[in-house]
Nanobody, 125 residues
């Protein structure tokens, strides 16, 4: 059974930093594509960043240059380093996993079958 558990959320002021973690278990982590999504109240879930099993990564334009996604296959853990946070980054952040497959959309929620419960990030101005 795939289990994803996020941590590291919290409240920060604009310009601050947070690092989110997602601990994975129940599957061969290194073979999976991993991603971070976020959802603000009243808005659709949006892709933030993803990283493939070979290390290729990509980001949404809204976070490019401020956020960094990484993975530690030895620890079965996914990370999201968030710098220069803005109030508009406030949302529930989720990690997601799916078997890495050629052509899999990285930032589309429908590409992923496995999801964590989320961790809240609040950025105040």
């Amino acid at each position: 059974q795939v289990l994803l558990v996020e941590s590291g959320g919290g409240s920060v002021q604009a310009g601050g930093s947070l690092r989110l973690s997602c601990a994975a278990s129940g599957y061969t982590y290194s073979r999976f594509q991993m991603a971070w999504f976020r959802q603000a109240p009243g808005k659709e879930r949006e892709g933030v960043a993803y990283i493939r099993s070979n290390g290729f990564r990509n980001y949404a334009k809204t976070v490019m240059g401020r956020f960094t996604i990484s993975r530690d296959n030895a620890k079965n853990t996914l990370y999201l380093q968030m710098n220069s946070l803005r109030p508009e980054d406030t949302a529930m952040y989720y990690c997601a996993a799916e078997v890495d497959t050629l052509g899999l959309s990285g930032l589309g929620p429908s590409s992923y079958n496995y999801w964590g419960q989320g961790t809240q990030v609040t950025v105040s101005s």
